[in-house]
């Protein structure tokens, strides 16, 4: 089955601790940007950059930053951006 539409579900478990599993769709093959940020709005790391085919699709987030060092208990906000589309979602870590 293919998605009528972008859509970013909540993450699961939430909270978590150490990692997260967030879920998505794409209608159409295209260039998807799935991004972390903190509440500053800083960004944390990018889990996906690139080319992603039409469908459903999940992908786990050990809460590491971009550097590969663990990010401190909070709230975050992920940010999936394609074709003209921006969906968010918030989600706490727990220490």
């Keep these: ?21 967030i879920s998505f769709s794409v209608p159409a093959e295209g260039n998807v940007v799935l991004n972390i940020y903190d509440i500053t709005g800083r960004l944390v790391t ?10 459903y699709h999940s992908v786990n987030w ?3 930053d971009v550097n590969g060092s663990f990010v401190s208990a909070g709230l975050y906000i992920y940010s999936l ?6 969906l968010t979602r918030k989600m706490v870590l727990m220490k």
Excluded: K, M, R
């Design 81 to 86: 951006q394609a074709e003209g589309v921006a």
């Design 1 to 21: 089955a293919v998605p009528q539409e972008y859509g970013l579900s909540q993450n699961y478990p939430n909270p978590f601790n150490p990692s997260t599993t």
């Design 46 to 55: 990018t889990l996906i950059n690139g080319n992603i085919n039409s469908g």
């Design 62 to 64: 050990d809460g590491t």
